[in-house]
């Protein structure tokens, strides 16, 4: 399963490393990455994690990014859609869009009722649209060097841009706070 799950893993990894050698490319913004179990670790996150850090504006769950497939982005289902309209006006010609459905990957969890977070996924090949997917076919043989760079490149450019975006928030005092979060989410199959 190695665009299904370690093609992901290997883009989360270099962002990580690059948003830590460039913090100024943040916007002051804080990167959040989570390496988790698929389900059960966004899950355990959700009901454990969630109310200790500070609200998140934003987030891509990262998956089947290594294969030849043209880039597609499915939208969270959350209220928030400015990582949606981002995508769609910024990235229309270069990352297909798509409308947020139930079936899929963990940002079920992310956008389940009550949680709502605006977590939508980028990905190549959907998972389950390729026929090496969930086989001993999802091997290093169905990625590409150059399939992962530009999947890389194209999260950059996108957290990039989302972080020049102004967020507020209205608070009880008529005060505005600004969000400092910007969530990464790469699921693990175990």
């Not at 270099?14 to 966004?42: D, M, R, S, W």
Request: glycine fraction near 8%; hydrophobic fraction near 35%; proline fraction near 4%.
């Amino acid at each position: 399963m190695a665009n299904d799950s370690l093609s992901g893993v290997v883009i989360a990894l270099k962002l990580l490393q690059y948003f830590q050698q460039h913090p100024e490319k943040l916007n002051g913004f804080n990167l959040i990455v989570l390496f988790c179990p698929e389900t059960i670790g966004a899950l355990a996150f959700l009901a454990n994690e969630l109310n200790k850090i500070p609200p998140i504006y934003g987030g891509l769950v990262l998956t089947c990014l290594g294969d030849k497939g043209s880039l597609v982005y499915k939208k969270s289902l959350s209220e928030r859609v400015d990582l949606n309209l981002l995508m769609e006006r910024e990235f229309n010609g270069l990352v297909e869009t798509r409308e947020f459905s139930a079936n899929g990957s963990d940002e079920r969890q992310f956008c389940s009722p009550g949680i709502r977070l605006p977590v939508g996924v980028l990905t190549r090949t959907p998972y389950g649209e390729f026929p090496e997917y969930h086989s001993s076919e999802d091997n290093l043989n169905l990625m590409s060097e150059e399939c992962l760079n530009l999947s890389y490149i194209t999260a950059v450019q996108i957290i990039e841009k989302f972080t020049k975006m102004k967020f507020l928030k209205g608070m009880n005092q008529g005060e505005s706070q600004c969000y400092q979060n910007i969530i990464c989410i790469q699921r693990l199959e175990g």
